[in-house]
């Protein structure tokens, strides 16, 4: 039987749910958790392959706003609730979906595609590059204590409810995302994700928890955490496990930091997800005993090579032409030539002769300024053509800040 892929109508969402759900284990969700994500779904943006009446492939997006480097924020497709079911592999449906997806984005207007990967290996072959990295530490609190900015007693601490305080986090939250590329514009409802705490998931911790810092009556800060209570023959050993911390400045940061590192009964903070240059490494007296891990966190890919291009601007000026090879979105194949700096950028169709070689999945990995030009052509996927046009395009290229992707979608 032929395999039909179409736009998902809201009566099929529980079924199609389903086959997600079975794909990524088939463990069930809590109630509140298919809650969100069903009013979350963008309908007309998810698709769904049928055998029949029987679903067998998921795929959505979500319509975000990224931050890239020069503090833009672009229109992006959030690719996401991507599978198929383990009876129907190897008949195209991955691929096809896949392919739909960048059509709609095109068509939408999108010149940028993102998703989280939970196999990392899988979107490569569609153009996808890893554009940002998250770091998960464990700091031994016990053994490593916090140099502290100036000015950082002077901010206040206060116990909040987590619900209560949503709102004044979420301000936090949108002042920072011009300031770091890869992070996402919430839009309405989104602000429910922090919130959801079912206690399945909890693997023995407290409910979230919530801490405002405060400055002048005004929130400048704030950290959603839970305590996970663990005790040995010797004493406590219990953990802070941190949800979420952001800050507007380093000493209400600081401030956060120094508090979940003195919480009673515990000897460690555990640190979900934070920017790879996030400022903790530069409190803490012994990052060794922090045992700082790296992994993917964004995947990005240059649907509109030209307009992508033309979307950020570039640290340092550039004039720089690429040969692009992009076999799954053949109308981004063939030469570009990228000028620009601080102020713009301009990214047009050109037959001069070739600086630089590359993939678009290179171009998508360099984008927000997180993996150099330099580091990729090291490992032989760019190739330089013109001498002097690597190392140019890969200082322009850069962040001063890394990007990060603060929450899955």
Known sequence: MTTELRVLEPTEWDRWYEVLELAFGGVAESPEERELWRDLTEFDRSLGAWDGDLCVGTAGAFSFRLTVPGGASVPVGGVTMVSVAGTHRRRGILTSMMRR?????????????????????????????????????????????????????????????????????????????????GMLARRPGWERLPLIDPPADREGSSPRLCVLAERDGEVVGFTQYAIKPEWSYSGSEGAVLVHQLMALDPAAEAALWRFLCSVDLTSEVRIRSSPV???????????????????????????????????????????????????????NEGRWRLTGDRKGAVCVRTSDPVDLALSVGELGAAYLGGTSLVSLAAAGRVRELREGALAEASVAFGSPVAPWLPHGF
């Open 277 to 331: 240059d996030g400022a903790w490494q530069q409190l803490v007296s012994d990052v060794r005993r922090c045992a700082p891990t790296v992994r993917d966190a964004l995947h990005l890919r240059l649907v509109e090579v030209g307009a992508a291009l033309e979307a950020r601007t570039y640290q340092a000026p550039v004039d720089v032409v690429f040969e692009v090879a992009d076999a799954f979105c053949p109308w």
């Open 101 to 181: 997806q960048l059509d709609d984005l095109r068509a939408a207007g999108e010149s940028v595609a993102v998703l989280t990967a939970s196999e990392p290996e899988i979107y490569g072959r569609f153009g996808y590059g890893i554009a940002a990295y998250s770091a998960r530490t464990t700091i031994d609190t016990t053994r490593v204590r916090l140099s502290v900015p100036e000015g950082t007693d002077e901010v206040v601490l206060r116990r909040a409810d987590l619900a209560g305080s949503a709102a004044a986090c979420e301000a936090v939250y949108a002042r920072l995302v011009p300031g770091r590329p």
